[in-house]
């Protein structure tokens, strides 16, 4: 039956068939194989599947044609981004790559607006896949496009800078070209990006849908007509999604838009705070005044999400200190746990960007990445102040807060 709360599909969705099942967790089967007693039916099904069909009719043959458990994790993300179908993959990049290869039927152009993630900014920038890529501005997608143009990627909100894109705009501009969406930093919780227009929207799983750091993923949710070529190009490529992983991105999921609206509320609190301190020179966060300048929030976003990012006036050297003074939070890339981790996009995530492109885009050297989680806002908070107020003490030449740090570390940094 049809569920038109978010909150409902994510703790149902993929679960519809468990009381016929007598069962009340997903099941996991983890065969390699499967047995056919008719080859003429397991010949149709190899060729079903091979050719991107969802499901076999007598024997899923392989399991890197098909998997009863990824299989159940695509049906019930797909319910959470209103898509015909979703294809999951084995990282986050997996996928990336899986639509980049899926697209080439159309041509092998891509327009593409930074910022993105620094693996997928990489990876179209590298020539890996022999794309044809122009970089645009939002704006100016529709001047971008060419007659072979496959493909519009963008992502919003944007990686690291939390800009927000206006999808419905791009897709505009874009005319019969798909338009991918990675929405990995939104989720289905706060951003459905087809109902805006995309043709996909794009996940790095290993995010906020597993939500507790202990698998690595990705996943598509798009039309069944795009599903089957990432299936097909799944299955030659072997970006497999492995039936554990599977099992805990669906655990996941009846929690996850408690876990995505427990968190924003810290996120914005952490904002504003951050925006008050000394050390501080700029956040980025959308909830923040002047943080979404197109009025996107609550007209294609539900909120301003968990993650954010803050520059700090000492730069490099401090934004180093701050990482190495933090007690309570991780100093980790990834996002999208349960605990908040914290990362330094110029030296970690966008370190193969080109430096000019960085610049170009505000990631400094004294940016921080900051992914709330959902312990209290006041512990998070005493944590970033004590190592933020150290960073202003050295700044200020206050002897008290040394603490073993030399009186250069932060010289010639702001």
Same mark, same amino acid.
Not at 21 to 28: K, Y
Not at 297 to 302: D, E, F, L, P, V
Not at 372 to 385: C, P, R, S, T
């Given at each position: ?13 993929? #679960? ?11 099941? *996991? ?33 392989? =399991? ?40 080439? /039927? ?38 971008? &496009? ?7 990627? &963008?992502?919003?909100? =944007? ?7 206006? &999808? ?51 996943? *598509? ?17 072997? /970006? ?56 996107? *929030? ?26 190495? #003074?933090? #007690?309570? &939070? ?38 921080? #990445? ?43 940094? /702001?």
């Amino acid at each position: 039956m049809p569920r038109e709360s978010i909150d409902t599909s994510c703790v149902h969705a993929g #679960r519809d068939d468990f009381a016929r099942l007598g069962v009340h967790a997903p099941p *996991i089967d983890l065969s390699s194989t499967y047995p056919m007693h008719d080859l003429a039916e397991g010949t149709h099904d190899f060729d079903a599947l091979a050719a991107g069909g969802a499901y076999p009719e007598h024997t899923a043959v392989y =399991a890197r044609l098909h998997n009863p458990t990824v299989a159940r994790f695509e049906r019930a993300f797909a319910e959470l981004e209103g898509a015909e179908a979703a294809v999951a993959f084995g990282s986050g990049m997996a996928a990336v790559a899986a639509m980049l290869l899926a697209v080439t /039927a159309r041509g092998r152009h891509v327009v593409a607006v930074r910022p993105l993630y620094g693996g997928t900014d990489h990876l179209l920038d590298s020539g890996l896949l022999a794309l044809d890529v122009t970089w645009a501005h939002a704006g100016a997608v529709r001047e971008a &496009i060419r007659p072979d143009t496959a493909l519009v990627f &963008i992502e919003t909100p =944007a990686n690291p800078t939390c800009a927000l894109v206006d &999808i419905a705009d791009v897709v505009r501009q874009a005319g019969d070209v798909p338009v991918v969406v990675d929405s990995t930093f939104a989720t289905p919780v706060l951003q459905r990006p087809l109902s805006l227009g995309a043709a996909a929207s794009l996940h790095s799983a290993t995010k906020f849908i597993g939500g507790h750091g202990d698998v690595v993923a990705g996943v *598509i949710a798009t039309s069944e007509a795009m599903a089957r070529a990432l299936r097909q190009v799944r299955i030659v490529t072997g /970006a497999l999604l492995h039936p554990m992983a599977a099992y805990f991105l669906h655990r996941g999921l009846p929690t996850l838009a408690v876990r995505v609206r427990a968190a924003q509320v810290g996120a914005s609190e952490i904002a504003r705070r951050l925006a008050r301190h000394p050390a501080v020179a700029t956040v980025h966060y959308p909830g923040l005044p002047g943080g979404d300048p197109s009025g996107l *929030i609550g007209r294609q976003m539900a909120g301003a999400g968990t993650m954010l990012s803050f520059d700090l006036a000492g730069g490099y050297d401090a934004a180093a200190l701050v990482m190495q #003074r933090l #007690r309570l &939070i991780t100093p980790a890339v990834s996002l999208g746990s349960t605990d908040t981790l914290i990362q330094h996009p110029a030296g970690l995530t966008h370190r193969l960007v080109p430096v000019h492109e960085r610049e170009a885009l505000g990631i400094t050297d004294g940016m921080l #990445r900051l992914s709330v989680g959902i312990e209290g806002v006041e512990d998070l908070w005493d944590d970033l102040a004590q190592a933020l107020d150290e960073v202003s003490a050295l700044q200020s030449g206050d002897p008290s807060h040394d603490d073993g740090v030399p009186e250069d570390a932060l010289a010639g940094s /702001a």
